[in-house]
């Protein structure tokens, strides 16, 4: 059923969906309705999960850790400050193969307080080994979340669904809720391999001795990559039942493109009328959206990106000390490629500022007449 | 694509105002879009809220400069925001206010159309909110509907049965009011 609803209603939707047993959440803005709206859901009877309140988003995580060890479904949702507070529960959720799903409203983190959009919160988590996909609009959010679970429990490995910060979680537009029972074909009952059970007892958490925890750390990376295999197939399921497709990452008119533009999130979508108009005008650009970015789809990339001539990555994002976090994967993806555009890297949108199509314009713009060194960041909009 | 930007105060209810509006267009069968431009909000301080509407996919996400219609739920804004920023010419002003509204006309100019509305009267009226701080989005939007043409006043009692938490009928009413009550100056 189609109905008008937030993004972050859009994520609590795709979570009752998918009966999940354990939702333990420490509100955030702009995270916070998310869960508001999961406890009320639970509170109507909607969903059977457990919610568990707590005192901070490392005991979310860490309660997760242990209903997921248990057998449960699990979820979570936070932002900027709060992920960074469960970074240390992040790595043990996947040093221990647990499915758990979670969302990340993106928001700023620094050292001056700003609630809004920006992904350096989430991409800080990059070393984690959670699996990370960004999206761009609110069907693309409930959509996410299903194939979320359904590729968590394949691999094993936890899923974070990332979003930017009102521009998507605030932001009322239509949504294809898909019916239960449908849901229910496409994502049947987790059945975890292991479990605490009193009658079949194992030891969970252990202590790995130098022998062993290379090894142990080798089984995550496998698994990773596995994810990259798994994907395609759960995105054919998942466009069997419901129609609609989400590649490793989407390309739009890159075909015979000269110049790619790379971006993740909702600067995706505002890129889109953009293209749109320069093609228009006969300029021969192109998309690709930047969806799955952990683990990375290297060969995806690559076959992408190598026939242009160049490439522009928008990063709503700053790694200190390096610039924009996607561009400079971009750069090393590219490398031991047979065929490496230069990658140019444009910062915009930090904290929240709004990126219109004219400022996406002026970035593909100035990356043409401006010829500036691909080592160098272009700071779009920075007040001088 | 039509856009209309919402201008009101903290506790107003500015940006369920632009929910209900865009929920009004999508029981109409449109494309919507609805977001707040949140600052860091407080009761009384000013709130501006966006609402889109299309016959195609909305991808455009940044916020609205230039507005075709604007909404302004209190009039004493109008002295330090300037309200009509980027309105476009023969755009509407639908504003909630309970003086002369020939000052309104003379205030805007003539290259807008001006609608004014006293939503507070009415949402007083209605027990939506309180006499020192009435809640007026409902009723401005019914206005906004007549005001433009944009939207029917069914699908707004619609959105608002379907989308309001609280007092449904006493909203119903107040959008109604409004909706027959607003004139053009």
Not at chain 1, 89 to 116: C, F, K, Q
Not at chain 2, 117 to 129: C, E, K, N, S, T
Request: glycine content about 8%; hydrophobic content about 45%; overall charge negative.
């Amino acid at each position: 059923m189609k109905k008008a609803i937030k993004g972050n209603h859009a994520v609590s939707h795709g979570v009752r969906l998918s009966r999940v047993g354990v939702i333990s959440a420490y509100p955030i803005t702009p995270q916070t309705t998310i869960v508001e709206e999961l406890s009320e859901m639970c509170a109507r009877g909607e969903i059977s999960a457990r919610f568990i309140k707590v005192e901070s988003e490392h005991s979310a995580m860490a309660s997760l850790i242990g209903a997921a060890t248990a057998g449960a479904r699990t979820f979570t949702a936070s932002s900027g400050n709060g992920l960074l507070l469960m970074h240390e529960v992040l790595h043990w959720t996947a040093g221990a193969r647990l499915p758990i799903v979670m969302a990340d409203v993106n928001r700023a983190v620094s050292g001056v307080w700003n609630i809004w959009a920006e992904q350096t919160d989430s991409l800080a988590q990059r070393d984690t080994g959670w699996i990370q996909i960004y999206c761009e609009s609110s069907q693309e959010l409930l959509d996410g979340v299903l194939m979320a679970y359904r590729l968590a429990e394949k691999v094993m490995l936890p899923v974070m669904i990332a979003y930017d910060a009102f521009f998507l979680s605030h932001t009322t537009e239509i949504v294809d809720i898909p019916d239960a029972d449908v849901v229910d074909r496409f994502l049947p009952p987790y059945e975890p391999p292991v479990q605490l059970n009193f009658d079949d007892p194992r030891m969970f958490g252990g202590f790995f001795s130098t022998d062993y925890f290379y090894e142990h750390r080798y089984t995550v990376q496998q698994a990773s990559q596995e994810a990259l295999n798994v994907y395609p197939e759960v995105c054919r399921e998942f466009n069997a039942h419901f129609g609609r497709s989400y590649d490793l990452v989407e390309t739009w008119l890159t075909d015979d493109a000269d110049t790619i533009l790379v971006t993740a999130g909702a600067i995706t979508s505002v890129s889109r009328i953009v293209i749109e108009r320069l093609r228009s005008q006969g300029e021969k650009v192109g998309l690709m959206k930047l969806r799955m970015f952990r683990p990375i789809p290297v060969e995806c990339w690559r076959k992408v990106l190598g026939n242009a001539s160049r490439v522009v990555v928008i990063d709503r994002n700053l790694s200190v000390g390096v610039g924009g976090v996607f561009a400079a994967e971009i750069r090393s993806a590219l490398y031991a490629s047979d065929r490496h555009p230069p990658v140019y890297s444009a910062i915009a949108g930090l904290g929240g500022r709004d990126v219109t199509p004219e400022d996406v314009e002026g970035i593909l713009h100035s990356m043409k007449v401006d010829d500036p060194s691909p080592d160098i960041p272009l700071y779009w909009g920075l007040k001088r | 694509m039509q856009e209309i930007r919402f201008h009101g105060r903290g506790g107003q209810g500015a940006v369920i105002g632009s929910e209900v509006l865009a929920h009004a267009f999508f029981h109409e069968g449109k494309f919507v879009q609805a977001f707040p431009a949140f600052g860091v909000e407080r009761r009384g301080a000013p709130v501006t809220a966006f609402c889109r509407m299309d016959d195609r996919n909305i991808y455009l996400r940044s916020q609205i400069y230039h507005p075709d219609h604007v909404v302004v739920l209190d009039a004493l804004m109008i002295e330090s925001v300037n309200v009509v920023d980027g309105l476009k010419p023969g755009g509407s002003i639908v504003i909630n206010a309970s003086r002369d509204p020939e000052y309104y006309r003379d205030f805007f100019g003539d290259a807008f159309g001006v609608f004014v509305i006293d939503a507070a009267a009415i949402a007083v009226a209605h027990h939506l909110g309180s006499a020192s701080n009435p809640i007026v989005n409902t009723a401005i939007v019914g206005a906004f509907a007549k005001a433009t043409g944009l939207v029917g006043i069914d699908a707004v009692l619609k959105a608002i049965e379907a989308d309001v938490p609280m007092k449904k009928t006493q909203n119903q009413q107040a959008a109604q009011a409004a909706y027959d009550q607003v004139i053009k100056v």
